[in-house]
């Protein structure tokens, strides 16, 4: 039997006790040198949209805003993650001045750069895998709309004295600061308070409205991750309906006046989410309905949960805003050149919709539309069409190249690919070469021929993939 307190070593009797003889302790390595946050997320088409150095987990916003001055005062406390040591960071800030910032209560110095960037460094370095809180409190007139990309530039002012503030690609920095790009998707709250006899409207679950000293305040909570883009606040006059999907998903259709016209579609809004359940699986947001507005902004917006329409919305309308609810909400493109994700499947859900409400021939409906597509169009690309062209021909040519698709793949496959693919990437993000690869993936065949002539060429492609025939069952 050895004695375990002493080793003895084949070199003569050398001996140590164990405890003693035990190997100095390895030194840590040095923590890396803190770095600032890149200025942009790192997408080539907005190339200063977003931040780096941090993931949002949440906004909880607190803004009071007067219509008839048209002033907004806020606060807005950011938790985010550092995703490297961070000297300072930027987030996203358009307008409005800032009168404090703090870092996890401590006060932080900030500057502001460029039209849209607040930069903010903190007392202390935050070590990577932090999670830390930054609360900016800010105030002004908001930046007013301007002509532009469905509405991504500014504030509206509403015909009965309201305002509003949607639009994408940016929006949300216009009313608060933020990492403003869909690649960060964060949960979201916030507390409005407006004048008496005024509301404001948001996205998300609303609590009770308390009114005191001649104030009315609101609080919106949206728990699941949402791109900030999708967020959407407008003061008006506004008359409130509730009610519950057959799930009891609260419904909130909100009628701006002059917006009566719009209430007989609205009133549509869980039969077209039925339906869409139908094709594209459970409904994936926390909250349906509509905001209804009397303005002609030209475009309507898949607002989170509660799309936000112009004045003389029709049924179409509808159905290609509730289904960005699976086809953009619930899945987000991690690049704008992914766009047709959303639209383009938005669009086909137009289709779908006359084919089993109305009984349309979408065969021949496609046949039709081909012949009819202006040579500009079959020259637009719609994966990766370059920046400022996100939003056109994946109105027109993008459900044509969707039900290309389909006949490609068959039905079956297709069908399978419309309601996996949301369930697949729920609450996340997504890119056009990771559909492709599903797509192939789901229906066993080989689609880069197919996927190039519609989606990366510039023109009519040829017609081995203008008018594939359907797989044999």
């Not at 960071?89 to 703090?102: M, P």
């Not at 389909?406 to 990437?425: C, K, Q, T, V, Y």
């Not at 023109?459 to 203008?466: I, K, N, T």
Request: hydrophobic share 35%; net charge negative; proline share 7%.
């Amino acid at each position: 039997m050895v004695d375990r307190r002493i080793v003895w070593t084949s070199l003569g009797g050398l001996a140590c006790i164990v405890a003693a003889c035990t190997s100095p302790p390895v030194p840590s390595e040095p923590a890396p040198a803190p770095t600032h946050g890149a200025a942009g997320i790192g997408d080539e088409y907005y190339p200063e949209a977003g931040n780096g150095g941090y993931d949002v987990d949440r906004y909880e916003l607190d803004v009071r805003y007067d219509p008839e001055r048209g002033q907004l005062t806020g606060e807005a406390t950011v938790t985010a993650r550092a995703t490297q040591r961070l000297s300072r960071f930027n987030l996203d800030l358009r307008g409005f001045t800032v009168s404090s910032v703090e870092v996890d209560g401590a006060i932080a110095d900030f500057a502001r750069e460029d039209s849209s960037e607040l930069v903010v460094t903190p007392p202390e370095p935050l070590d990577e895998g932090s999670v830390f809180a930054t609360r900016v409190r800010y105030e002004g007139k908001p930046v007013a709309a301007k002509a532009g990309q469905l509405g991504g530039n500014g504030w509206y002012r509403s015909p009965s004295g309201g305002a509003f503030v949607f639009g994408e690609p940016q929006s949300a920095s216009f009313w608060y600061p933020v990492n403003e790009h869909p690649r960060d998707k964060a949960a979201f709250s916030l507390t409005a308070t407006v004048p008496k006899g005024w509301t404001a409207v948001s996205i998300g679950k609303s609590g009770k409205s308390t009114t005191k000293e001649g104030w009315t305040t609101t609080n919106w909570t949206e728990p699941d991750p949402v791109a900030s883009y999708l967020t959407v606040f407008a003061v008006d006059r506004f008359d409130v309906e509730t009610g519950e999907l057959a799930d009891g998903t609260p419904v909130r259709n909100v009628f701006a006046p002059g917006a009566d016209d719009a209430r007989d579609e609205a009133a549509r809004t869980a039969e077209i989410v039925e339906y869409l359940e139908s094709r594209f699986g459970d409904y994936p947001a926390s909250t349906a309905g509509g905001i209804y507005l009397d303005s002609a902004t030209g475009f309507a917006l898949e607002t989170q949960g509660t799309p936000t329409y112009p004045s003389g919305p029709d049924v179409d309308l509808l159905v290609h805003e509730i289904a960005h609810q699976w086809y953009g909400n619930s899945v987000s493109v991690h690049s704008w050149a992914d766009i047709c994700l959303n639209e383009c499947f938005a669009s086909y859900a137009t289709w779908l919709w006359a084919e089993d409400k109305h009984g349309a021939d979408l065969d021949s409906f496609y046949r039709e539309r081909v012949e009819m597509m202006p040579a500009d169009l079959w020259a637009e690309p719609l994966y990766d069409m370059g920046a400022g062209n996100e939003f056109g021909a994946v109105y027109v040519k993008g459900p044509l190249a969707v039900h290309a698709l389909r006949m490609r793949i068959g039905d079956e496959s297709f069908d399978e690919l419309l309601r996996r693919w949301p369930a697949e990437h729920e609450n996340g993000n997504a890119s056009w070469e990771e559909f492709e690869d599903f797509a192939e993936r789901v229906s066993g065949q080989d689609l880069d021929e197919f996927f190039k002539a519609w989606f990366r060429d510039t023109e009519r492609p040829a017609d081995e993939h203008l008018h594939p025939a359907r797989p044999s069952r």
